[in-house]
């Protein structure tokens, strides 16, 4: 089965266990899922559904225990770690719940971090691009601490969008924010897909940010429980409750 041009990333028949013999937790089962370019999915499901180890071997950051996952035409599962971390590096963005930005530098370091770990000259025009992306190019020399939280994962984002990646993955990205900053984060993230064509797969366990994607991927003991495309809050929020509720 090869990957269509519309599709940023392809799970073929994706499994990930942990451990073996009895004591064995399969946290995948089987996933195949196409996330195509230019969309916004959201990626929800109860806790310990295998949401997060979803988007890591989406990602590149685990390896499948079978299967395969391809991104951008590139099968990842032959890749040895010096090609895969290559890959991580120039196609692919993350941004997570904890900001993981470095104390002791400012929003632009802190932004221009990939690129020097890439061995890559760092453009100042670049950085303050994305800053600006981001709307905190007046605070590009403010240290984490002198900003608020929306802040400071508006300038994980930025230094997630300044490799200009092909695929953006954000795990739980307004978890730790405010409903007003979560929003204003998510709109971000909305204009990336409309506006810039990137790709972004979210995790949430919020139904109103998973409504601001495309669709929404569903996943219940690792394996996929359906979607909803287009569906407004309301609508994701019943359907999770019914997967909350449904006996395993």
Same mark, same amino acid.
């Given at each position: 089965?090869?990957?269509?041009?519309?599709?940023?990333?392809?799970?073929?028949?994706?499994?990930?266990?942990?451990?073996?013999?009895?004591?064995?937790?399969?946290?995948?089962?089987?996933?195949?899922?196409?996330?195509?370019?230019?969309?916004?999915?959201?990626?929800?499901?109860?806790?310990?559904?295998?949401?997060?180890?979803?988007?890591?071997?989406?990602?590149?950051?685990?390896?499948?225990?079978?299967?395969?996952?391809?991104?951008? *035409?590139?099968?990842?599962?032959?890749? +040895?770690?010096?090609? &895969? #971390? %290559? /890959? =991580?590096?120039?196609?692919?963005?993350?941004?997570?719940?904890?900001?993981?930005?470095?104390?002791?530098?400012?929003?632009?370091?802190?932004?221009?971090?990939?690129?020097?770990?890439?061995?890559?000259?760092?453009?100042?025009?670049?950085?303050?691009?994305?800053?600006?992306?981001?709307?905190?190019?007046?605070?590009?020399?403010?240290?984490?601490?002198?900003?608020?939280?929306?802040?400071?994962?508006?300038?994980?984002?930025?230094?997630?969008?300044?490799?200009?990646?092909?695929?953006?993955?954000?795990?739980?990205?307004? *978890?730790?924010?405010?409903?007003?900053? +979560?929003?204003?984060? &998510? #709109? %971000? /993230? =909305?204009?990336?897909?409309?506006?810039?064509?990137?790709?972004?797969?979210?995790?949430?366990?919020?139904?109103?940010?998973?409504?601001?994607?495309?669709?929404?991927?569903?996943?219940?003991?690792?394996?996929?429980?359906?979607?909803?495309?287009?569906a407004g809050a309301d609508a994701v929020a019943a359907r999770m409750t019914g997967l909350e509720a449904t006996p395993c």
């Amino acid at each position: 089965m090869s990957q269509r041009n519309g599709d940023a990333i392809t799970l073929r028949r994706v499994s990930r266990r942990y451990g073996s013999g009895d004591g064995a937790v399969s946290a995948l089962d089987g996933v195949s899922l196409a996330f195509p370019r230019g969309s916004f999915t959201a990626v929800m499901g109860p806790s310990g559904s295998g949401k997060s180890t979803l988007l890591q071997c989406a990602a590149g950051l685990d390896r499948p225990t079978s299967g395969s996952v391809t991104v951008g *035409g590139t099968e990842l599962t032959g890749l +040895g770690e010096r090609r &895969l #971390t %290559l /890959l =991580r590096r120039e196609r692919v963005g993350f941004v997570f719940q904890a900001f993981n930005l470095l104390p002791a530098l400012t929003a632009e370091q802190n932004v221009a971090l990939p690129l020097r770990l890439a061995g890559r000259r760092v453009p100042r025009a670049r950085i303050r691009e994305a800053l600006h992306q981001v709307g905190l190019g007046d605070r590009a020399r403010h240290r984490p601490a002198e900003l608020s939280g929306g802040q400071q994962q508006r300038v994980a984002l930025a230094r997630a969008l300044v490799t200009r990646p092909e695929v953006l993955f954000a795990d739980e990205p307004t *978890g730790a924010l405010d409903s007003r900053t +979560g929003h204003e984060v &998510l #709109t %971000l /993230l =909305r204009g990336m897909v409309d506006r810039g064509g990137q790709t972004v797969v979210m995790v949430t366990h919020d139904p109103v940010a998973a409504s601001r994607a495309d669709r929404v991927v569903f996943l219940v003991d690792g394996r996929v429980h359906g979607e909803l495309t287009g569906a407004g809050a309301d609508a994701v929020a019943a359907r999770m409750t019914g997967l909350e509720a449904t006996p395993c």
